[in-house]
Nanobody, 125 residues
Framework: QVQLVESGGGSVQAGGFLRLSCVVA???????IAWFRQAPGEERKGVGG????????YYADSVKGRFSISRDMSGNTVHLQINRLKPEDTAMYYC???????????????????WGQGTQVTVSS
């Protein structure tokens, strides 16, 4: 089983930045790791992801230009850099991984089988 642990959330003024981290605590052989967010009363939605082999990243149109995903050279930590934070970015952010037997990535919630506990991001105006 893949274990994921998020960190780096906090309360920030609009226009500021945050760098979230997702540590993969166990061996992971799946095709990709992605970030999702969920605001109170709303559906969990994907914001971006990264292919574990090639390192290619992809993002939801709503966050392009402000969100950036990267992976440490060690390979066990994935980061989500959020710049120019907006109040609407306030949400619980989750890291997710696809099963090792699966193919393809994307931002479909149903495609991911492993989830972290989340880290809270709160942006004030």
């Amino acid at each position: 089983q893949v274990q994921l642990v998020e960190s780096g959330g906090g309360s920030v003024q609009a226009g500021g930045f945050l760098r979230l981290s997702c540590v993969v605590a166990t061996y992971f052989g799946g095709p990709c790791i992605a970030w999702f967010r969920q605001a109170p009363g709303e559906e969990r939605k994907g914001v971006g992801g990264i292919y574990t082999r090639g390192g290619y990243t992809y993002y939801a149109d709503s966050v392009k230009g402000r969100f950036s995903i990267s992976r440490d050279m060690s390979g066990n930590t994935v980061h989500l850099q959020i710049n120019r934070l907006k109040p609407e970015d306030t949400a619980m952010y989750y890291c997710a991984a696809r099963d090792g037997e699966a193919s393809g990535c994307g931002l479909s919630r149903e495609a991911y089988t492993n989830w972290g506990q989340g880290t809270q991001v709160t942006v004030s105006s």
